[in-house]
């Protein structure tokens, strides 16, 4: 017998929205105030969701133990594995001492912290949000930069930082076709719209890094740099989320901003070299390495990238999962949740059975594609073995124990709240505002990749909401959806599953409340500006929409 979700428990939208927020709230003041460790942080959210699922909103305890396993079960598959074998390569690189080869090139090209950090947190992490997303950016970014001696705390904010401007198009433009098939909207309109928003926080990002690195008149020092990296970076996202598509901006994107900076590196270097207060300069001896060897140096990654972009193209995605048709391949219903709650009206339109279906894939899943990377690049690591390669591999599982557990716990509070209706309870709150809904809108997206550390999960989530409200307060229901995606991209870096990626990749497991706070302001200075730009769009500036 299928349960029905409730969104009004307390009998008050508003008041059941308050209710529904003590789980996040909680979750934040661990965090942000008491600076606890993730898993403790995490657990202490969860108790107070399946709490309130059971008692406030009437949810069976069998549904609500199935739907935070289904979330564990995510949170392990694919997110996790992901980051497993993400810092694994990272590891080998360092084991075999390739690394020192591609810090050697890298400073060689530039040895400026702030350039490093616009090359890699910044350009090269978009492409690997194009063709990957779910997490692996961050994880293979903060990894790089604390390889090259950034200070911790620092590479794991920058990359999340630097992870805003390429979210909505992650994992080949995933997040806005969700966003169209769940409203029921053109795709294109809402990759038009979000084009014609996202460019205005792409083209400052890698200033805004700068800024928060050395200050407003240090940035001004690389000023031609940081020019550039916006502007190729933010020109094409426009050019192709409104005249192609929403699959191929940020690889483009991507590829055109490191071109554009290596061939500006030609032409000029900063007249001053910036470090880290403390940081020595890099010793380079000679005239460097043989290309050969930085090639052979860099291999992991390259091939990491061509395997990701590969394992991202849909087409392809169909024939890995076409190889077999073995339960182990496809996935399954996830027992005692799957259909077994049932959404209604204002969610839905009419009752309608909520799926639980683990997909899983395993042949497809990103995760895979960089673990065949590692593999194929050990004959290319002079002096590594494959039994080195997989001491390394259970040494990396190890390091991420607490990781692993606190991802877990994050992806079961996300789905025990979906499937108890306590987020739709939420959403319904926003809805509430009226002739500000163009305001409050992406706060609702924001609010989903909070909880689910996706975008694409926070469109699934809100987008048809997004739609029927917009269309009762008189507001373009494609810029409502495209908004919850734009304003869900400035919610990626304090999603406490982004959080967990980023601290297991930077060796600072036990710190995600020092990084939580860090990231807190730009999340919210960013958050505003779409709020702004949405309600502008909305009212004065309807010209900007297509």
Known sequence: MAWTQIYSPTGSVVTSALVAAIPLGLLFYMLAVRRAKGHLAAAGGLLAAFLLAVLVWGMPVTTAVSSVAYGAAYGLFPIIWIVLTAVWVYNMTVQSGEFEIIK???????????LQAIFIAFAFGSFIEGTAGFGTPVAITAAMLVGLGFNPLYAAGLCLIANTAPVAFGAIGVPIIVAGQVSGLDTMTISQIVGRQLPFLSIVVPLWLCVLMCGFRRSMEVLPAIIVAGVCFAGTQFVFSNYHG?????????IVTIVGLVTLLRFWKPAHVWRFEGETPTALEGSGYPVRVVLRAWVPYIILAVMVFFWGLPQFKGILNGITGSIATKGFAWPLLNEMVLRTAPIVA???????????????AGGTAILLSGLLAVPFMPGYSYAKAIRCFFTTIHQLRFPIMTIAMILGLAFLMNYSGMSST?????????GMFPFFAPLLGWMGVFLTGSDTSSNALFSGMQRSTAEAVGMSPELAVASNSSGGVTGKMISPQSISVATAATNMVGQEGNLFRFALGHSIAMTLFVCVLTYLQATVWKGMLP
């Not at 929403?246 to 991507?254: C, E, F, V």
């Open 104 to 114: 050697d090139s890298l400073a060689r090209l530039t040895d400026d912290r702030r």
């Open 246 to 254: 929403p699959t191929l901006p940020d690889i483009l994107s991507a």
């Open 350 to 364: 009419a009752d309608a059975p909520y799926p639980a279906f683990f997909a899983v894939n395993w042949i497809s």
């Open 426 to 434: 939420l959403g319904l709150g926003f809805t509430k505002t009226g």
